[in-house]
């Protein structure tokens, strides 16, 4: 991918951008989060739950103001156990149940302490009603779950808790992108836009055209992981039919966690059946099963650390490449080609929200990012930043990573939610008229 492909793939970006804030068709969507930046002030106990990618992670967070938190516990769970005991990601599943799994994890971490409130991160399209009331769209990421699509999350949540006599309700939800703004907004107050790389691939940014309630510009979830203006080769075309929602997520298919590896899997079998990848054995499970190829190959070819390195060793052993340099040699070439393609990808999304007329006078420009490829790739995050750098030179740009985001965010959700609670009920008080009759509901 040159310089003029990347150039142009983030003026698509920006079209389809002014395509979904005009209503019209896009692969691009503007969700309203109903939230705005935080101040970096707000402060108390939070209980937030990441619900996203393979783990659902609960925490308790203080928020202690200027920036600062401390996360005094935390519980993870995979939504599929490896040892096969359960699997919350099929269709064998209902929401009832997965929000059920969700509230035994809260209930652990509620115990003994009594939380302010609770913010909920759950990272797939929703449109949203209020702070704390959001339709699921659809699944991405190959999650499944029965019943749950158009209904309300906060209520499914809010159900599984009182099911499971927990005394605390949802008070924001919000998509993953929405929390790392927060957070990385929270600490510093020049974040303009939030982005994740984890298992999926998407991006918010503050949109001056959209107002709270309050008047404030408001962050709005692209789904920039459906954008479709791409140019796709033959293996993303094979990996997009192999997927549950073939068409659709185009961009993710080409820069997330979730492929990534499942790119470099079809890439080597074709080379394979081509008589090109020495000690190809075609009878193996890695060329017969989709998805049997982890993205964190990739880092292990990227990386000279020892570790790293034996790991690699045994991935090779097992899937029948003979630990050679040319067959390890041509491993990193592939792989830092599709690294390299993402890195480009991603830089040409900030490009376009870095470039929109709402940005363009901030004097520092930072994307808050979080996810696994920022935090597990070498040289991921620098790659992209530099990519921007060379072609923003007149700007001061940088990416944030921040760590725990999709927590924290939660966290300041919530907070931010309690405060817009008590300004409506500060402008209701105000508003209502002491003279004449009142009428008490
Ligand atoms: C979802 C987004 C989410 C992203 C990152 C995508 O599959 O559609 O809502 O922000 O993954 O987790």
């Given amino acids: 991918m040159d310089l003029s492909s990347l150039r142009k793939i983030a003026d698509e970006f920006n079209s389809e951008l002014d395509l979904a804030l005009a209503g019209e068709k896009s692969s691009l969507r503007i969700l309203p989060s109903f939230l705005s930046a935080p101040t970096g002030q707000e402060m108390g106990h939070y209980i937030a739950i990441d619900f996203g990618g393979s783990n ?50 809260i209930a652990e971490v509620v115990r003994g302490v009594s939380p302010d409130q609770l913010g909920l991160t759950f990272s797939y399209p929703m449109q949203q009603n209020s702070i704390c009331s959001a339709s699921l769209i659809r699944w991405t990421k190959e999650l499944k779950p029965r019943q749950t699509v158009g209904r309300d999350i906060g209520k499914m949540l ?29 600490y510093d107050s020049s974040v303009c836009a939030g982005s994740i790389c984890g298992t999926g691939y998407n991006v918010c940014l503050l949109e001056p055209s959209r107002r709270t309630a309050a008047d404030q510009a408001m962050i709005v979830n692209t789904e920039a992981g459906n954008f479709s203006m791409l140019p796709g080769n033959l293996y993303d075309r094979s990996l ?21 590896g499942e790119l470099l899997r079809i890439t080597l079998r074709d080379m394979g059946e081509k008589g090109l990848l020495p000690g ?26 020892s570790r790293e390195r034996q790991m690699l060793n045994n991935w090779m052993e097992v899937n029948g490449f003979d630990n050679k340099l040319e067959n390890l040699t041509l491993l990193k070439l592939i792989g830092s080609a599709i ?8 830089a040409s999304t900030y490009i376009a929200i870095l ?29 992209v930043e530099s990519i921007l750098r060379s072609e923003l030179p007149d700007r001061s740009v940088s990416l944030l990573y921040t760590a725990d985001g999709s927590n924290i965010g939660a966290a300041v959700a919530a907070a931010l939610a309690e405060d817009s609670i008590e300004t409506d009920a500060r402008s209701l008080a105000s508003d209502s008229t002491p003279e004449g009759p009142q009428f008490i509901i």
């Fill in 355 to 383: 470039r929109r007329p709402g940005q363009i006078n901030n004097k520092r420009q930072v994307i808050a990012v979080d996810g696994a490829l920022f935090k597990h790739l070498p040289e991921f995050l620098a790659g």
């Fill in 158 to 186: 809010g159900e599984a808790l009182i099911k499971k006599r927990i005394d605390i309700e949802p008070v924001a939800i919000i998509n993953d992108t929405v929390a790392v703004f927060l957070a990385g907004c929270y």
């Fill in 339 to 346: 690294l390299e393609r993402a890195m480009k990808l991603i």
């Fill in 56 to 105: 659902l992670r609960v925490m308790l967070v203080v928020l202690k103001g200027q920036g600062g938190y401390e996360i005094i516990k935390q519980i993870a769970r995979p939504l599929k156990d490896p040892q096969g005991r359960y699997d919350y990601t099929t269709d064998n599943t209902s929401g009832q149940e997965v929000f059920g799994f969700a509230a035994d994890l």
């Fill in 280 to 305: 190809y054995t075609p009878s193996l499970t890695i060329w017969n099963q989709p998805f049997t190829l982890p993205t964190e190959v990739l880092g292990w070819l990227q990386t000279e650390g």
């Fill in 240 to 260: 997009d039919q192999a997927t549950d929602d073939p068409g659709q997520q185009k961009m993710e298919k080409m820069v997330s966690g979730k492929y990534l």
